[in-house]
């Protein structure tokens, strides 16, 4: 199962409500202006079954997909900085 990349310049981070790390992860997307399109995967059983293939079979949030179709799980914001550069 794969995620439908974001464009270039942008993320998706799949998330759930509760969680604290991606509210964390979310804050520091804007507060330095990064756009990310979110989706909760406890809304959205295609995207928990995404979640799922790219964490061993687990619901890790935040699980990020970036621009050229690679996911990175509970990452920083240093992390996804990086790797929109690229």
Same mark, same amino acid.
């Given at each position: 199962m794969t995620a439908?990349?974001p464009?270039?310049g942008?993320?998706t981070?799949?998330?759930?409500?509760?969680? !604290?790390?991606?509210?964390?992860?979310?804050?520091?997307?804007?507060?330095?202006g990064?756009?990310y399109n979110e989706?909760n995967?406890?809304?959205?059983e295609?995207?928990?079954?995404?979640?799922?293939?790219?964490?061993? !079979?687990?619901?890790v949030?935040p699980?990020v997909?970036?621009?050229d !179709?690679?996911?990175a799980?509970?990452?920083?914001?240093a992390?996804v900085?990086?790797?929109l550069k690229?």
């Amino acid at each position: 199962m794969t995620a439908q990349a974001p464009e270039a310049g942008t993320i998706t981070m799949y998330s759930t409500t509760w969680c !604290g790390y991606c509210r964390r992860l979310k804050t520091q997307l804007d507060r330095e202006g990064i756009p990310y399109n979110e989706v909760n995967i406890e809304e959205d059983e295609t995207s928990a079954s995404f979640v799922e293939s790219v964490n061993g !079979g687990n619901q890790v949030v935040p699980t990020v997909v970036f621009p050229d !179709g690679s996911a990175a799980t509970n990452p920083s914001l240093a992390d996804v900085v990086e790797r929109l550069k690229s």
